[in-house]
Every structure is written in C-alpha cells, then in structure tokens.
C-alpha cells in the first residue's frame, strides 16, 4: 500500500468537504476505504462528513469503526511492545473495564464489516 496515495485521496476528500460538496468527500473516502479498508482516519473522517450532511446515523457508525480501529491499533502496538505500546498500555491501564470490553465487542446491529 502505498502511503502517499492514500494521503492523496485523504486531501481530495477534505478539499470536497470543504468546498461543500459532501457526496464527493464521501466518494473519496468510498475510494480510501477500498484501498485501504482498516484507516481509522478514513472512517472518522467520513464520520465528520455524514455529521455535516445530516445523516446521525452513518455518521455514528463511522465515528464507532473508527473507534474499533483505534483500539484494534492500540492492541496491536500493546501487544508487540513496540514502545508506543509501552505508553498506550499505560493509558488502556487507565481505562475502565466496561468501555474496553465494548471497544472489543461489535454490536450484532453494526452495519459495517472489518
């Protein structure tokens, strides 16, 4: 994958947002979510533009995968002792046990696939 490219459909998606064009920010995000399905910027992202459109309830599914994502992330740099992960251990170490053990289970009602 390569990271440049997806940066460039990241700026095209924010420079639509921007100029108001919301489907075609969310067409761009439509573009980095096939090129790169698990960026939990992709997902927040279109989760501001769904928010700015009105639509509560894709945008509240984006802003949950994006969530997931950054969790799932998190583990991953827990969990292979990275020296981010020595960091985030300590602030996951911090969070209560309910919110964790949501962040790890996917509603059955989720509309969206890993």
């Known amino acids: 994958m390569d990271r440049d490219n997806l940066r460039s459909i990241w700026s095209r998606a924010v420079d639509a947002k921007r100029r108001g064009d919301f489907q075609g920010a969310i067409t761009e995000y439509r573009k980095a979510q096939e090129y ?3 960026e939990m910027a992709t997902y927040y992202g279109m989760g ?3 928010y700015l459109m009105g639509d509560r309830t ?3 599914d984006c802003y ?6 950054s969790v799932k992330n998190m583990k991953m740099h827990v969990q292979n002792g990275t020296p981010n992960g020595i960091m ?9 046990e309910n919110l964790l053990k ?5 509603h059955p009602d989720a509309s ?3």
């Open 58 to 60: 894709n945008a509240a």
């Open 112 to 114: 969206f696939v890993f």
């Open 36 to 38: 790169s399905p698990n």
């Open 88 to 96: 985030l251990q300590s602030k996951l170490d911090e969070l209560p």
């Open 102 to 106: 949501a962040a790890s289970t996917v």
């Open 64 to 69: 949950l995968i994006a969530f997931h994502l």
């Open 48 to 50: 501001k533009v769904y």
